[in-house]
């Protein structure tokens, strides 16, 4: 079956725009959860969705947001955008959620570029 | 979620065990331990996790220390395909995966 697809792959915006990114999981898989990777933090956990709810927060400032639709369809929003906003967003998803069973499937990542 | 503790880096040459450890000292007792890793530019891969039991699959074996406060990641047979960085996390309840640094592990030939 289809992995978990991320759209677009690439993008270039400038200081100040706004963005938004999409995350399609594999078909059955209802959490969907974002991470950005950058070279000086790492990988850091941004939010997750569970049919459509929100159930986990990082630390990251209001300008990020996200939503999940009733297709388990993601989308994450990051507004005003600052240089540090640069990074790889990485989407993943799973089928369950309790961690005796947890295998997270992550997506390609879409580049992000604030020049 | 505990904290958990991974050496930098580590080389291992082609066809020998690969034998990654992992300090968890403060995990508590529902949570599991994870094992992803990231291959250049890709994204994060799961490999493996356990509870307090050993556990195979196809890709490893981990071994975990009767008191869960360590456990080690063996790769049996590593190709330079495996060069990645490894991450291992300990997991409760939630999808929500903190990633340290990882191990930066170098198969060479």
């Known amino acids: 079956k289809a992995g978990v697809t991320q759209t677009p792959r690439y993008l270039i915006k400038t200081r100040g725009q706004q963005v938004t990114l999409s995350c399609s999981p594999i078909?059955?898989?209802?959490?969907v959860s974002w991470y950005q990777q950058t070279p000086g933090q790492g990988l850091q956990f941004l939010f997750e969705y569970f049919s459509e709810t929100q159930r986990n927060k990082g630390n990251f400032p209001g300008r990020f947001s996200g939503r999940q639709f009733s297709n388990s369809r993601s989308e994450m929003n990051v507004s005003t955008l600052e240089l540090g906003d640069s990074a790889l967003y990485l989407c993943?998803?799973?089928?369950?959620?309790?961690?005796?069973?947890?295998?997270?499937?992550f997506g390609p990542g879409t580049r992000l570029t604030v020049l | 979620d505990a904290k958990t503790t991974q050496p930098t880096s580590m080389d291992c040459a082609e066809g020998r065990a690969a034998n990654l450890p992992c300090n968890h000292s403060t995990i508590s007792g529902n949570e599991y331990v994870y094992w992803y890793r990231q291959i250049h530019s890709q994204g994060p891969q799961y490999i493996i996790h356990?509870?307090?039991n050993n556990e195979t699959n196809e890709m490893a074996s981990l071994i975990i220390t009767e008191d869960r406060k360590s456990s080690t990641l063996i790769l049996p047979h590593a190709t330079l395909r495996d060069t990645a960085v490894y991450y291992c996390i300990a997991l409760g309840y939630g999808n929500k995966l903190v990633f340290g640094a990882g191990t930066i592990l170098r198969v060479k030939s």
């Open positions: 078909s059955g898989h209802r959490s």
């Open positions: 356990g509870l307090k």
């Open positions: 993943a998803s799973s089928l369950r959620t309790d961690p005796s069973y947890n295998e997270q499937f």
